[in-house]
């Protein structure tokens, strides 16, 4: 079972960029499908992106164009490069993994993944 830990998130201006990482301990990295989600407050934890065991990328579609994410299973770590932030980008950042098994396409669901880390604040002032 693999261990995930969150790192990156900060306090940040509309318009600026941050680059959240997680990295992955005890298991075999390269076989998991790896995603991110956003909680905000008060609200449920919603689909940001997800990435494949090869490396397939899917997004939700408030963040395609400014999110990017990508794996480097060298270093175990799944990253989430965030430009052009907004303000309702603010959210705990949640990295999640699921080994393999299904479509990336379907993989928008929280439950699907089996998991998570402890989450990362991000904060997009105005």
Known sequence: QVQLVES???????GDSLRLSCAASGGTFRRYHMGWFRQ?????????AAISDDSTPNYADSVKGRFTISRDNAQNTVFLQMNSLKPE??????????FGGMPIQLLT??????????GTQVTVSS
């Not at 990156?8 to 509309?14: H, P, R, S």
């Not at 905000?40 to 940001?48: L, N």
């Not at 669901?109 to 402890?118: D, S």
Request: glycine share 14%; net charge positive; hydrophobic share 40%.
């Open 40 to 48: 905000a407050p008060g609200k449920e934890r919603d689909f940001v």
């Open 89 to 98: 980008d603010t959210a705990i950042y949640y990295c999640a993994a699921r």
């Open 109 to 118: 669901v929280a439950r699907y993944f089996t998991t998570w880390g402890q």
């Open 8 to 14: 990156g998130g900060g306090l940040v201006q509309a």
